[in-house]
Nanobody, 127 residues
Framework: QVQLVESGGGLVQAGGSLRLSCAAS????????MGWFRQAPGKEREFVAA???????????DTADSVKGRFTISRDNAKNTVYLRMNTLKPEDTAVYYC?????????????????WGQGTQVTVSS
């Protein structure tokens, strides 16, 4: 049984930092691309970042309120864990953050690409 378990969320002041972790089990982690998505209240779930199998290709959301330059995705295949380091947090980053695993290595900005999802971890940024 595949499990993805996120941790590291919490309440932080604007400008602060958090590091989210997602521990995977029940799958051959190194064979999966991993992604982070988030869903704010009243909004649809959106792509945040993704990293391919070997970590050589990384993608970040490319929106007006982009996380690029503030967030860093990484993975440790020895620990079956993917991370999301979030710096300079803003109130608009408040959301439930989900990690996901994809057996495909393309289309990683789309949530429909992913095979497995975690339960999510809440991140709240106060102003």
């Amino acid at each position: 049984q595949v499990q993805l378990v996120e941790s590291g969320g919490g309440l932080v002041q604007a400008g602060g930092s958090l590091r989210l972790s997602c521990a995977a089990s029940g799958l051959t982690f190194r064979n999966y691309a991993m992604g982070w998505f988030r869903q704010a209240p009243g909004k649809e779930r959106e792509f945040v970042a993704a990293i391919r199998w070997g970590g050589g290709s990384i993608y970040y959301a490319d929106t007006a309120d982009s996380v690029k330059g503030r967030f860093t995705i990484s993975r440790d295949n020895a620990k079956n864990t993917v991370y999301l380091r979030m710096n300079t947090l803003k109130p608009e980053d408040t959301a439930v953050y989900y990690c996901a695993a994809a057996s495909l290595d393309y289309g990683l900005r789309s949530q429909h690409t992913y095979d497995y999802w975690g339960q999510g971890t809440q991140v709240t940024v106060s102003s």
